[in-house]
């Protein structure tokens, strides 16, 4: 995690999703899912973006990363 975020993220592959926390209270912002990221090996996240990425299999995968 980035020191600057004020966010962090935990990926959790067997339920094909990441859920994003705030790093001060601790509390859940948002759960991003995908099929896709139950055959993820990693992710990565770019924040200023608002894209989280995630390698599966032999490629590449883009998700646009929103909240409320």
């Not at 592959?13 to 990693?42: C, E, H, I, M, W």
Request: aromatic share 10%.
């Amino acid at each position: 995690t980035n020191t600057e975020s004020v966010f962090v993220y935990i990926f959790d592959s067997k339920n094909s999703r990441v859920l994003q926390y705030k790093k001060d209270t601790g509390g859940l912002v948002a759960q991003f899912t995908s099929p896709t990221l139950s055959s993820a090996s990693n992710i990565a996240i770019d924040e200023k973006n608002k894209i989280l990425y995630a390698s599966a299999k032999n490629e590449v995968v883009k998700f646009p990363i929103t909240t409320k």
